[in-house]
Antibody, heavy 117, light 108 residues
Framework: QVQLQESGPGLVKPSGTLSLTCTVSGDSISSNFWTWIRQPPGKGLEWIGYIYHSGTAYYNPSLKSRVTISIDKSKTQFSLNLSFVTAADTAMYYC???????????WGQGTTVTVSS | SYELTQPPSVSVSPGQTARITCSGDALPRHNAYWYQQKPGQAPVLVIYKDTERPSGIPERFSGSTSGTTVTLTISGVQAEDEADYYCQSSESSGPYEVFGGGTKLTVL
């Protein structure tokens, strides 16, 4: 059974960097795409970006200048860094697997990140 | 920027059929996916590649496509189907993914 688990600080200061990690179990991280999605309180889903096991990453153009997604196959983890955060980056952050059909078929439970001083 | 347009809300009585639409110019060229999200929970995939249903998803969930619109149909709606539903697809100039704004399904 594939499981994903997000981890990282729940509070980040404005202008700081948000850093989250997604740990994958039950599947090889050396296949599929792996993706990050966020959801501000009371709002809809926003795709942040995804990474392939080769390390090639693609980002939402609206966030591209501030986002880096990386992968660590030895730890079966992939990570999200979002720099220069503001209150608008306060959200629930989810990691997910993108399967061979392009579907986000397995999701983590999500982790809440609040940007505040 | 590319957008997928969904109605904000749909209401149906139990046992009726709910139809949720999603419109976007690139939908004829890219697969669409549908996710169900209940309060306090992560989204769950209910339809992939426009019309395919993952294992474990009830048969009352189906997807269809026509031109620039894809539709999620829930036949014989049950109280447990009350949730937010999101469509998702790709943008041609990408690769990048886009979600619709979401539709709140209310079971009366």
């Amino acid at each position: 059974q594939v499981q994903l688990q997000e981890s990282g600080p729940g509070l980040v200061k404005p202008s700081g960097t948000l850093s989250l990690t997604c740990t994958v179990s039950g599947d090889s991280i050396s296949s599929n795409f792996w993706t990050w999605i966020r959801q501000p309180p009371g709002k809809g889903l926003e795709w942040i970006g995804y990474i392939y096991h080769s390390g090639t990453a693609y980002y939402n153009p609206s966030l591209k200048s501030r986002v880096t997604i990386s992968i660590d196959k030895s730890k079966t983890q992939f990570s999200l860094n979002l720099s220069f955060v503001t209150a608008a980056d306060t959200a629930m952050y989810y990691c997910s697997r993108v399967n061979s059909y392009g579907a986000m078929d397995v999701w983590g439970q999500g982790t809440t990140v609040t940007v505040s001083s | 920027s590319y957008e997928l347009t969904q109605p904000p809300s749909v209401s149906v009585s139990p046992g009726q059929t709910a139809r949720i639409t999603c419109s976007g110019d690139a939908l004829p060229r890219h697969n669409a996916y549908w996710y169900q999200q209940k309060p306090g929970q992560a989204p769950v995939l209910v339809i992939y590649k426009d019309t395919e249903r993952p294992s474990g998803i009830p048969e009352r969930f189906s997807g269809s496509t026509s031109g620039t619109t894809v539709t999620l149909t829930i036949s014989g709606v049950q109280a447990e189907d009350e949730a937010d539903y999101y469509c998702q697809s790709s943008e041609s100039s990408g690769p990048y993914e886009v979600f619709g704004g979401g539709t709140k399904l209310t079971v009366l």
